[in-house]
Nanobody, 123 residues
Framework: QVQLVESGGGLVQPGGSLRLSCTAS????????FGWFRQAPGREREFVGT????????DYADSIKGRFTIFQDTDKNTMYLQMNSLEPEDTAVYYC????????????????WGQGTQVTVSS
């Protein structure tokens, strides 16, 4: 059974940092790419970043480049989203997702989704 389990969300002040985790199970990660998406109230789901598990190729949304970093721990089957210099506009529910093959910025191409974790940036 394919599972993606996220953790690490919470409340942080502007300028602060958070690290989100996404642990995968039930499939062979080498054949998949993973993405982070976010959805704020009243807005559509938005691409944040993506990584191809085998090879580590990455891409990021322009809005978070230089502030967010995706990295992986292959021993733990876990992908991370390190978020620095957080802004109130980053407040959203963050989702990790998985798709066969290489990375994509298109949420429709992802087959599996985690439950989401809330990130709130506020003073």
């Amino acid at each position: 059974q394919v599972q993606l389990v996220e953790s690490g969300g919470g409340l942080v002040q502007p300028g602060g940092s958070l690290r989100l985790s996404c642990t995968a199970s039930g499939f062979i990660l080498d054949y998949y790419a993973f993405g982070w998406f976010r959805q704020a109230p009243g807005r559509e789901r938005e691409f944040v970043g993506t990584i191809t598990w085998s090879g580590g190729n990455r891409d990021y949304a322009d809005s978070i480049k230089g502030r967010f970093t995706i990295f992986q721990d292959t021993d733990k089957n876990t992908m991370y989203l390190q978020m620095n210099s957080l802004e109130p506009e980053d407040t959203a529910v963050y989702y990790c997702a998985a798709k066969p093959g290489t990375w994509s910025i298109d949420a429709k191409r992802y087959h599996y989704w985690g439950q989401g974790t809330q990130v709130t940036v506020s003073s």
